[in-house]
């Protein structure tokens, strides 16, 4: 938990961080399905490289709680919503829908309840959630590059999200100006996913929900720079909480 205080109060909140597409993990009884693939599973497609670490990290420096998945998207998208057309892969999709549901029953639903049962017992305690969703995204896609470093998406509807992304990339280019930071880029932060559902079910007053989306190309890069940026990260995000009180 973090403690701010501004000319409005003093407020507590709760960090809960989550990692959707945190590895390429095919479970056993589905292992034939994915025989042949071990090139895709290993792709941006298979899961979101880095998004793991950066969870972890982001946890342990918040004190916040963890809640993470190593199932590779490619048997099921946690991050998407049932009955999205990218829930299941071109593999899975062709499952008879008592596998599909019996996959959802193990995998999908344990997790979001687990993450949305979180998120209210901290509301519950008088607490306002903070949710990083940590994930990563290819350099390029479908042949066009991604001009950015980092992207923080958010819903524009929502102050305290955009308040709280504003001042986080205010203090990443104050410590970091070499690091290019985009809101809502490459992707809507209004589009469907974990932080959409939950902000249907909690206020915004109680529920800010961030995905944070680090460029793979960075992990290229001399380990020592990959370690660089998450420090750079968690340090701008702790300042930008001290500095505001997301409304």
Same mark, same amino acid.
């Given at each position: 938990?973090?403690? &701010?205080?501004?000319?409005? *109060?003093?407020?507590? $909140?709760?960090?809960?961080?989550? %990692? ?32 793991? /670490? ?11 709680? =963890? ?8 048997? #099921?998208? =946690? &991050? ?6 990218? /829930?299941?892969?071109?593999?899975? !999709? ?33 607490? !306002?959630?903070? $949710?990083?969703? @940590? ?9 066009? #590059?991604?001009?950015?470093? #980092?992207? =923080? ?27 290019? #930071?985009?809101? &809502?880029?490459?992707?809507? *932060? ?6 959409? $559902?939950?902000?249907? !079910? ?18 290229? @890069? ?9 420090? =750079? ?7 930008? %909480? ?6």
């Amino acid at each position: 938990m973090y403690l &701010n205080t501004s000319a409005e *109060g003093a407020s507590i $909140h709760s960090f809960i961080i989550t %990692c959707e597409h945190g590895g390429n993990r095919i479970p056993a009884p589905y292992d034939s399905l994915f025989r042949d693939e071990q090139v895709l599973l290993d792709s941006h497609r298979g899961y979101d490289p880095g998004a793991l /670490l950066m969870a972890q990290e982001l946890a342990a420096a918040f004190d916040g709680k =963890l809640v993470t998945s190593t199932v590779s998207r490619l048997l #099921v998208d =946690l &991050n998407r919503s049932i009955g999205h057309p990218t /829930l299941f892969s071109s593999t899975t !999709r062709r499952l008879p829908p008592p596998v599909r549901e019996q996959i959802l029953a193990q995998y999908y639903r344990p997790y979001r309840e687990q993450v949305e049962r979180l998120v209210a017992q901290a509301v519950s305690e008088g607490q !306002r959630v903070i $949710h990083i969703s @940590s994930h990563s995204f290819t350099p390029e896609l479908d042949g066009k #590059v991604r001009h950015a470093d #980092v992207g =923080l998406l958010y819903h524009p509807a929502r102050q305290g999200e955009v308040e709280l992304c504003a001042q986080w990339q205010a203090c990443l280019a104050e410590i970091a100006p070499g690091v290019r #930071v985009r809101r &809502n880029y490459p992707y809507a *932060g209004k589009g469907d996913g974990l932080t959409a $559902h939950l902000r249907l !079910r909690f206020a915004a007053s109680d529920y800010i929900g961030i995905e944070l989306e680090i460029n793979q190309g960075l992990l290229q @890069s001399a380990a020592a720079h990959w370690a660089a940026l998450r420090s =750079l990260l968690m340090d701008s995000l702790r300042t930008a %909480c001290a500095l505001r009180n997301p409304s």
